[in-house]
């Protein structure tokens, strides 16, 4: 680790991290562009060699070390729009730091397999969002995936509760690795850093 990575790594809370990926549960919702959030979660799950379980606080839970610190990967498994409470849950549980809370989520004001990494902030519109930010404020890690808008008049609810598309998904696969390494930098490095490494 080098000198700069070292003191931010330094100046970063203590405690460990919690990593809420945003989607809907079910199946039928896995391959939606409102679940790149799940993921994103699942690929970090499987960076750190760990399996999804079921935790009280209605959500899927992973605990791992990301670069030596602890992290708590979660996909609450609420609809997106009820995701607060989940989040509030994990929160109080592990004790995480104001923070260390970081959302993964869709962004539909960016461009495709574009990265935007930020803390605070509206919520644009996002139901996960706005959950969250209603049961913990707004100054909360973002790691936000940008999706693009509707082509034509295609409603936002029906886009996002839709695949990507035959040409998105010969991307998605590098967009999430891409996504799941601005994450493990955030936990790393700090904000500046990753947002001078991905934000596109």
Avoid at 119 to 148: A, F, M, Q, W
């Amino acid at each position: 680790m080098d000198v700069m990575s070292m003191s931010a790594a330094e100046s970063a809370p203590e405690g460990p991290w919690l990593v809420a990926g945003l989607g809907n549960p079910g199946p039928e919702y896995a391959g939606n562009r409102h679940n790149i959030g799940f993921m994103v979660a699942d690929l970090l799950a499987e960076r750190i060699g760990g399996r999804f379980k079921t935790h009280k606080s209605r959500s899927q839970v992973v605990e791992g070390r990301v670069g030596g610190r602890r992290v708590v990967l979660a996909k609450p498994m609420t609809y997106m729009n009820l995701s607060g409470g989940p989040v509030t849950a994990l929160r109080d549980f592990y004790k995480i730091p104001p923070g260390n809370l970081v959302a993964v989520h869709d962004e539909l004001d960016i461009d495709y397999a574009t990265l935007r990494l930020k803390k605070g902030g509206g919520d644009n519109g996002h139901n996960g969002l706005k959950s969250i930010t209603k049961s913990l404020g707004p100054d909360y890690l973002r790691v936000r995936c940008g999706i693009g808008r509707p082509p034509g008049r295609m409603l936002v609810a029906d886009f996002v509760l839709k695949d990507f598309s035959s040409a998105e998904r010969k991307e998605l696969e590098w967009f999430v690795d891409r996504a799941a390494d601005a994450v493990e930098t955030l936990i790393c490095d700090g904000l500046e850093r990753a947002q001078g490494t991905y934000n596109g």
